[in-house]
């Protein structure tokens, strides 16, 4: 697999990572000393929060995002063909299809429960939801729409952190009623966002590798080599570390 990615960079970028939340517990410390009036360090504690999402974003974009395989012989006994392709392909292009509607209807509920109070939106109901991942499934066959997706991906990521940022900052109490809560469970609604991410990532690296070229349009795919599970140990070695970030500033 040929992908760009400049470890010093990845390395500098999970550094800050690291150091960050201890910072930004710093500025929130000398923020509540002055937390009626607006000062320089309220200023800081409130556009950090935007820090960590802007370098997730930019780490996707540049290593997550524009995959490129080597296209090596076609042999008999490694390739995946058939039903068996059939399968594999329906049912990762239905998971992720499945995952971007999702995810963009939980930037609108947090749009709509926190600044257009009194509006209720309605979850869409089978038929809608239906028809939504039928039309995000086709723009996922084409390489200029996926990579469109992809970026629509991460600006909805970028808004759901700043949505989440703020309801932190403002101790908004953080219920049942928001649909991000339902997910995994957890109290820690970042962590909720973090692993809706990943999950976009790995289905999202899959179906590059299954749709990569001719691939589909030969119905025929190489079995996965070992090269191709480097991406799968970046994407939870990055995330792992994004994960230590937000437990640290929780």
Same mark, same amino acid.
């Given at each position: ?8 960079r990845?390395?500098?970028t999970?550094s800050i990572?690291?150091v ?9 410390n000398l ?9 320089f ?7 950090s929060?935007?820090?960590c ?17 080597n ?8 390739i995946?063909k ?6 594999i392909?329906?049912?990762n ?9 999702d995810?963009i209807?939980i930037?609108f509920d947090?749009?709509?429960?926190l600044f257009?109070?009194?509006i209720?939106?309605?979850q869409?109901?089978i038929f809608q @939801? !239906?028809?939504?991942?039928?039309l995000?499934s *086709?723009?996922l066959? +084409?390489?200029?729409?996926?990579? %469109?997706l992809? /970026?629509l991906?991460l ?5 759901i952190?700043?949505?989440i940022w703020y309801?932190?900052?403002n ?9 991000i809560?339902?997910?995994f469970?957890?109290n820690d609604?970042? @962590? !909720?966002?973090?692993?809706?991410l990943v999950a *976009?990532?790995?289905s +999202?690296?899959?179906w590059?590798f %299954?749709?990569? /070229?001719n691939n589909l349009s030969d119905?025929?795919?190489?079995i996965?080599?070992?090269e191709?599970?480097i ?5 939870f070695?990055?995330y792992?570390f994004?994960i230590?970030?937000?437990l640290?500033?929780t």
């Amino acid at each position: 697999m040929i992908i760009k990615n400049n470890p010093t960079r990845l390395l500098i970028t999970l550094s800050i990572l690291v150091v960050l939340p201890f910072v930004q517990k710093q500025w929130f410390n000398l923020y509540l000393f002055n937390i009626n009036d607006i000062s320089f360090y309220s200023i800081l504690y409130y556009l950090s929060g935007i820090i960590c999402p802007s370098l997730i974003c930019l780490n996707s974009l540049n290593n997550y995002t524009y995959y490129r395989f080597n296209k090596n012989k076609i042999y008999s006994k490694k390739i995946i063909k058939g039903k068996a392709l059939l399968f594999i392909v329906s049912i990762n292009l239905i998971l992720l299809s499945y995952l971007i509607a999702d995810y963009i209807f939980i930037n609108f509920d947090l749009i709509f429960n926190l600044f257009l109070e009194g509006i209720n939106l309605q979850q869409p109901n089978i038929f809608q @939801l !239906s028809l939504l991942i039928l039309l995000i499934s *086709i723009l996922l066959i +084409f390489r200029n729409s996926r990579l %469109l997706l992809k /970026k629509l991906i991460l600006a909805n990521f970028i808004l759901i952190s700043f949505y989440i940022w703020y309801l932190q900052t403002n101790n908004i109490n953080i219920d049942d009623q928001f649909y991000i809560y339902r997910y995994f469970g957890l109290n820690d609604i970042n @962590l !909720s966002n973090v692993f809706i991410l990943v999950a *976009i990532e790995i289905s +999202f690296f899959t179906w590059s590798f %299954l749709s990569y /070229k001719n691939n589909l349009s030969d119905w025929i795919v190489n079995i996965p080599q070992k090269e191709d599970i480097i991406p799968f140990l970046n994407i939870f070695s990055f995330y792992f570390f994004i994960i230590i970030y937000y437990l640290i500033l929780t």
